[in-house]
């Protein structure tokens, strides 16, 4: 069975930093692409970063430049460095595998809460 563990969020002020993680069991980060997720209050669920198998990466336009995706293999782990926060940041941010540019896993976790004060 597929477990996601999101953690690491939290309340900081607007230009800080949070490095958010996710552990994973049932399946193997390194032989799959990972990506970040948020949702915000009211809004879609939204692709906010992406690591491929090659180490590349991607990002959603509005981070990119401020959030680092990075994955531990040894640990079978993914991170989201998030630097220079924005209250439009403001979500809960979901980690999963990717399967044809599309969520892999239905049995979402729990989230971690991300709040910027402005």
């Known amino acids: 069975q597929v477990q996601l563990v999101e953690s690491g969020g939290g309340l900081v002020q607007a230009g800080g930093s949070l490095r958010l993680s996710c552990a994973a069991s049932?399946?193997?980060?390194?032989?799959?692409?990972m990506a970040w997720y948020r949702q915000a209050p009211g809004k879609e669920r939204e692709l906010v970063a992406a690591?491929?198998?090659?180490?590349?990466?991607n990002y959603e336009d509005s981070v990119r430049g401020r959030f680092t995706i990075s994955r531990d293999n040894a640990k079978n782990t993914v991170y989201l460095q998030m630097n220079s926060l924005k209250p439009e940041d403001t979500a809960v941010y979901y980690c999963?595998?990717?399967?044809?540019?599309?969520?892999?896993?239905?049995?979402w976790g729990q989230g971690t809460q991300v709040t910027v004060s402005s």
């Open positions: 999963n595998a990717v399967r044809a540019n599309r969520p892999r896993y239905d049995n």
């Open positions: 049932g399946i193997i980060v390194a032989i799959n692409t």
């Open positions: 690591t491929g198998l090659g180490g590349t990466t």
